[in-house]
Nanobody, 122 residues
C-alpha cells in the first residue's frame, strides 16, 4: 500500500522558518505531480505549492516569494521550505501526490498525507 508520511510541522513565531517533508513509500512505479495543500480552521483547503515530475514549480500568490517546494525523486520525497512565516500561514498542511503503483495490479491514484500542524504566533 502506498503511504505518504509528513513531518516538520510545529510552532514558530512570525518571521521564522519551518521545513516540511513528505516521504512516499510502497510499491511505487512513478510519482507525477507532488503538492502541498493547507487548510486553516473554518476555511477551504487551498493549494499552496506544486511541483511536477520534471521539477517545474507553481505557488499560490499568498506564499510566492516566501515558500519553496522541491523534491528528491530518489527518495520519493517532497519538501516545503517556509520562510518569513506569518500568522495567516497557520494551518494544517497536507502533502498530496499522484502516484502510479502496483496495487491490485497497476493503478494511478491521488494519495494524501496525514497532515501536519503549522502554527505561527504573532
Amino acid at each position: 500500500q502506498v503511504q505518504l508520511v509528513e513531518s516538520g510541522g510545529g510552532l514558530v513565531q512570525a518571521g521564522g522558518s519551518l521545513r516540511l517533508s513528505c516521504a512516499a513509500s510502497g510499491p511505487i512505479l512513478s510519482i507525477n505531480a507532488m503538492n502541498w495543500y493547507r487548510q486553516a480552521p473554518g476555511k477551504q483547503r487551498e493549494l499552496a505549492a506544486a511541483i511536477t515530475s520534471g521539477g517545474s514549480t507553481n505557488y499560490s500568490d499568498s506564499v510566492k516569494g516566501r515558500f519553496t517546494i522541491s523534491r528528491d525523486n530518489a527518495r520519493n520525497t517532497v519538501y516545503l521550505q517556509m520562510n518569513s512565516l506569518k500568522p495567516e500561514d497557520t494551518a494544517v498542511y497536507y502533502c498530496n501526490a499522484r502516484i502510479a503503483a502496483y496495487t491490485l495490479g497497476y493503478s494511478v491514484n491521488d494519495y494524501w498525507g496525514q497532515g501536519t500542524q503549522v502554527t505561527v504566533s504573532s
